[in-house]
């Protein structure tokens, strides 16, 4: 049995995410295709960039669905458009820091989020909320690199995601540490490796590839999100989104 995962990052920009990224993911039983959205922002870094995504990333859900994906993850670490995509898609729908988070709590008693801008700090706040993890949510540190200025200098952005982990352990007393931006994928192991260094024997959780692996698992044994607690829309006239067709288990 072939799992197909569908990455949708949902931003406009060329090169950020590429299939290059996620290759070393794939087996002979995981495939996984991507795509960008058509309407919507350069990179997402407020409530705003994720309100104007949403919209075409629950296209592009619907899409992945009835092309043959068997599940979707939502390449962003603030899961834009996560409720809304899995009522309208049967399989399984993955956010990255909702996976990240709650394995984060499983490892550890309490993790830091390490991101790209301080303004951020609201919007994971409200989201570690809404998974209902403020009693293991430890630290919210930043790097202050622009999403579009994430692969400008990588040693640079290294050496400040190393910084801010081991400040975190140290000063915020987190045991745990999710990265909170998809767009660092790869860094991780730069991180532990500091951390270690420094005498700190935590877990760092690089969302992509984890979410891969959950998506896979979810695939492989029969599982996907309630239809009751994301049930179908109901059938209403809209104006101003062209959306396709969908037919989601009710």
């Known amino acids: 049995m072939q799992t197909h995962i569908e990455l949708i990052t949902p931003i406009i920009t060329e090169g950020l995410r590429t299939l290059e990224d996620v290759r070393p993911f794939e087996r002979a039983d995981l495939r996984i295709t991507h795509c960008l959205l058509e309407n919507g922002p350069a990179s997402i870094e407020s409530e705003f960039d994720e309100a104007l995504c949403v919209p075409d990333t629950i296209r592009r859900a619907i899409e992945a669905e009835q092309r043959g994906a068997s599940a979707i993850i939502i390449d962003c670490m603030g899961d ?33 989020f390490i991101t790209v801008l301080q303004r951020l700090r609201a919007v994971i706040g409200k989201l570690v909320a ?24 990588p040693a ?43 005498g700190y024997d935590v ?16 695939v492989k044994t029969g599982l996907s999100h ?15 989104y062209t959306l396709p067709e969908f037919n989601a288990r009710g």
């Open 80 to 112: 834009p458009g996560l409720a809304a995509c899995r009522e309208v898609v049967a399989v399984p729908v993955v956010g990255p820091a909702q996976t990240a988070m709650h394995v984060a709590s499983m490892l550890g008693h309490r993790f830091a």
């Open 130 to 153: 809404g998974y209902g993890l403020n009693d293991t949510y430890g630290a919210f540190r930043a790097v202050d690199i622009p999403v579009l200025d994430i692969e400008k200098d």
């Open 156 to 198: 640079a952005l290294q050496s400040a995601l190393a910084r801010e982990s081991i400040l975190a352990v140290r000063e915020d007393g987190v045991d745990a540490v999710v990265l909170g931006c998809t767009g660092f994928l790869g860094c991780a192991g730069v991180m532990r490796q500091s951390l270690l260094e420094a």
């Open 203 to 218: 877990p760092v959780i690089d969302p992509i590839p984890l979410a891969v692996q959950l998506a896979d698992a979810l």
């Open 226 to 240: 309630s239809k009751l607690a994301y049930p179908l829309p109901g059938s209403k006239k809209i104006r101003g």
